[in-house]
């Protein structure tokens, strides 16, 4: 049957409806394109306003930073001012005679200067490791108050106040006035540890990247080799610690200069960041006493030793003399039974020096600060304060889990060693055991577990180093 016949108009109408359905859906697609495009854009806008908000923001507060700068040091200024005219008022009072006697200072004079200077470490160095039946913690343990935190201490003090805190009363070795006299030491390691301290984040970061690895390489390759690593400069408080090192213990050994230069640089940069995680870093016999509550001069906070950093406290001006300093350093002795190339291990990818777990064990221990007989013999009040040096046998413990750790890792020579495959176990013998874990040298693993070795008090004053026990 033959289709009906549509209208002239019907096919036209249709396509024309088609092709508007089409444009149509082409006018809807490129609308929610272009609202797509509109929406991205608006987003990067947005971010991109947050993100000029945020570097205002910054500028601002480094504004207002550096207007604070500027108001402290004009402060600084004010106060030196006012310091140098209270110093010269001081020195013309203290050439009228005084009833008073050399060892009192005026009560008054002692809360104006409560505003104290930072200080610096004293503590010398030599060879040798001892046996010392000195542990200030049995005796002090049951009367001893808590540790005196940093921040209850430390205050920044106005620059060209007087270092020397109390000053001396009369002519003293380390009064100002000492024209044509040799420097005094004393006076001269509070000075340069009492400058203040600008560090910026920048500054900051580098003080941590050259924690580990300064004290070693300025002790094995000198100085000059650190500043060459520190890109020609050293940050300040490194330039203080070099300071003092070339000041006070040149004459020390490098076991001594490395064990004063570590802790030194802990305490300074416990008094920069004055954190439980910095505090913790220290030994708790570094921590200040409630003595050092009272004003007294900065570099006192140095010494290791609790006793002597209060006897300085009340009599410094009885040792402030350059024979202390120079009887100081020649019989300083930290108790170090190995040679000084067992105190620090080296990374062989990035140069990098660090202080080996055992030697920093040795120095957090209080018994290992010594002093030979010298230095008693001098000043015989100093044996209720700090452990005698004993050169006849070698003790003090070092603990198991950080002699895992030092010195043994990149010994190829253990691979050798025919005990070594075979899981060999010398005898045990107490107290003190050298032990290690597996260590894969070559490919293969060359020591047990835990290999014990000859303990450290059975006289073996002949071997000179941690390679030679460990090869007995």
């Known amino acids: 049957m033959p289709s009906p016949l549509r209208p002239p108009g019907a096919s036209t109408a249709a396509a024309r409806r088609a092709k508007k359905r089409e444009q149509d859906r082409r006018c809807q697609r490129l609308a929610r394109e272009r609202t797509k495009n509109r929406i991205s854009y608006l987003e990067g806008l947005v971010a991109e306003l947050r993100q000029e908000g945020t570097n205002q923001q910054l500028q601002a ?9 500027a108001e402290r040091d004009a402060a600084i200024q004010s106060l030196a001012t006012i310091e140098r005219s209270i110093v010269s008022y001081r020195q013309t009072a203290l050439r009228t005679p005084s009833s008073r006697g050399p060892r009192e200072f005026d009560q008054n004079q002692s809360a104006a200067l409560q505003s104290r ?47 020397i805190i109390p000053a001396p009363l009369g002519a003293c070795h380390c009064s100002q006035d000492t024209s044509g006299a040799p420097v005094n030491l004393w006076r001269a390691a509070n000075e340069i540890l009492s400058e203040p301290l600008q560090l910026s984040f920048s500054l900051m970061d580098k003080e941590n990247s050259l924690e580990h690895d300064a004290p070693v390489r300025a002790v094995v390759e000198g100085w000059d080799s650190l500043v060459n690593t520190a890109g020609g400069k050293l940050p300040p408080s490194w330039e203080k610690l070099r300071q003092i090192d070339e000041l006070l213990f040149s004459r020390c050994g490098n076991v001594e200069r490395l064990a004063i230069l570590r802790l030194m640089n802990e305490l300074c940069r416990y008094h920069q960041d004055q954190s439980l995680e910095r505090q913790a870093m220290l030994p708790s016999w570094y921590l200040a006493r409630p003595s050092q509550k009272i004003a007294h001069s900065y570099a006192i906070d140095y010494f290791s030793w609790p006793g002597l950093r209060e006897r300085f406290i009340f009599e410094q001006h009885r040792y402030c003399t350059n024979r202390f300093w120079r009887t100081f350093s020649d019989n300083l002795r930290i108790l170090w039974p190995f040679e000084f190339r067992d105190c620090f291990s ?11 777990p055992a030697f920093q064990e040795r120095i957090d221990d209080i018994r290992s600060w010594t002093m030979s007989s010298d230095m008693f013999n001098a000043w015989p009040e100093f044996l209720a304060d700090i452990p005698v040096y004993n050169p ?81």
Request: proline share 10%; hydrophobic share 35%; aromatic share 4%.
């Open 392 to 472: 006849i046998c070698l003790s003090l413990p070092i603990s198991r889990s950080h002699l895992k750790r030092p010195v043994l890792q990149n010994r190829e020579w253990l691979a050798d060693r025919p005990e070594a495959e075979g899981g060999h176990t010398v005898p045990e013998a107490e107290p003190w055991l050298v032990t290690t874990e597996h260590y894969t040298v070559a490919g293969r693993t060359t020591v047990d577990a835990e290999t014990p070795c000859m303990p450290l008090d059975t006289g073996f004053e002949g071997l000179g180093s941690l390679d030679d026990l460990l090869l007995l």
């Open 117 to 163: 200077r930072p200080t610096a470490e004293i503590v010398p160095n030599t060879e040798a490791a001892v046996e010392v039946e000195y542990d200030p913690s049995d005796s002090m343990a049951a009367m001893s108050p808590p540790p005196v935190l940093a921040s209850e201490v430390h205050q920044n003090p106005p620059m060209g106040q007087e270092t």
């Open 61 to 69: 507060l480094w504004k207002q930073c550096d207007e604070l700068v």
């Open 346 to 356: 080296r990374n062989v990818h990035t140069g990098q020096y660090s202080i080996s």
